[in-house]
């Protein structure tokens, strides 16, 4: 294990892969020199060249184009976008494309695209750059959506994502960039799709979070301690696929589920956790599932704004208290 940050985990693990396997490249906007915003890719230009790491124009559609042109080719291309925001700008190649190819092709076409890139609060970029946008993408068949919260799980979550022979929607969290994590130096180290980490345990009231608010969850856990509530912390790692037996098994023990995360409540994948695992656990359930999330409104650009906008730690350990009365 090496205490790296969690942009160093990134960058590694990418280093990692194209060492191993010359059909992985990278291409997006600013990385050959200056690594992209978050210096991601700094250096790679260096050791593997242009030709596997380098600038595109600023055209989001053009570079998923040119990624799955690439990936259907029998390439490996990893495509950075500078904020996941910009996702918008090439939906109709996204959803339209990427991810049908596959099934169009009866599955005989291998898709080994990633498309990875950061999202979220904690810098006051406001409604076009601090949004979270992973929920939507678990609406359409063909997609994959990874959402590291640590060190660890990004270099696992990465390197499976780019050893995938499907698209991978692959989120990092710009304001954990800078934080330190104890990361694996095994350059085989992988984090199966679909396998939730268990980040805390507890008896009383079942808390799924992801990205940024794993970190927040664990903290209100921490608060509800003080108070005699045992919270269990479930980080679900990926969206597609889903642990939603992780989460099951976590409600049959503790009777009570609140979903916390930085998208909007409203159709976030809270609402989606919540109605499945009423289906799957209603009789366990001593109280209705409680979803925090986002405001209906577009994120300020003041960070004191932002943060009445977005759930904060105050607001879980309310939420999971409240589900302590029927």
């Not at 596959?102 to 750059?129: C, D, M, S, W």
């Not at 479930?234 to 916390?260: C, E, H, M």
């Not at 609402?271 to 405001?295: C, N, S």
Request: a negative charge; hydrophobic letters at 40%; proline letters at 5%.
């Amino acid at each position: 294990m090496s205490k790296k940050t969690y942009a160093m985990a990134v960058r590694d693990t990418l280093q990692s892969e194209m060492r191993r396997d010359d059909k992985v490249f990278i291409m997006g906007e600013d990385i050959e020199v200056l690594g992209g915003i978050f210096g991601c890719t700094r250096g790679l230009a260096d050791e593997f060249g242009v030709e596997r790491c380098f600038n595109t124009p600023i055209s989001e559609q053009e570079m998923i184009g040119a990624g799955l042109g690439a990936a259907c080719a029998g390439m490996r291309p990893i495509v950075e976008l500078m904020y996941m925001d910009f996702t918008f700008v090439a939906m109709d190649q996204i959803i339209n494309q990427v991810a049908k190819t596959r099934y169009i092709f009866g599955g005989k076409a291998k898709i080994p695209l990633v498309i990875r890139g950061q999202e979220g609060i904690g810098r006051g970029n406001a409604a076009t750059h601090s949004q979270s946008v992973e929920t939507i993408f678990m609406h359409f068949p063909g997609l994959k959506v990874a959402c590291p919260s640590t060190g660890e799980d990004v270099a696992g979550l990465l390197r499976t994502a780019i050893r995938d022979d499907n698209p991978v929607m692959f989120f990092e969290h710009k304001a954990l960039y800078s934080t330190k994590f104890e990361v694996p130096d095994d350059p085989d180290f992988m984090i199966p799709f679909g396998k939730a980490r268990i980040a805390k345990e507890g008896k009383d009231v079942t808390i799924v979070a992801n990205l940024l608010y794993v970190s927040r969850a664990l903290e209100a856990a921490k608060e509800l301690e003080k108070e005699g509530i045992s919270a269990e912390v479930i980080d679900p790692r990926t969206l597609v696929p889903f642990d939603y037996d992780a989460v099951v098994n976590s409600v049959k023990k503790t009777g009570r589920l609140v979903t916390v995360h930085e998208a909007h409540r409203t159709a976030g994948w809270g609402a989606e956790v919540a109605a499945e695992i009423t289906e799957r656990a209603f009789p366990y359930l001593d109280h209705a599932p409680i979803r925090l999330g986002t405001k209906q409104c577009p994120l300020p650009f003041a960070l004191n704004l932002e943060n009445e906008a977005t759930p904060q730690i105050k607001e879980i350990v309310q939420a999971a208290k409240a589900t302590m009365y029927k």
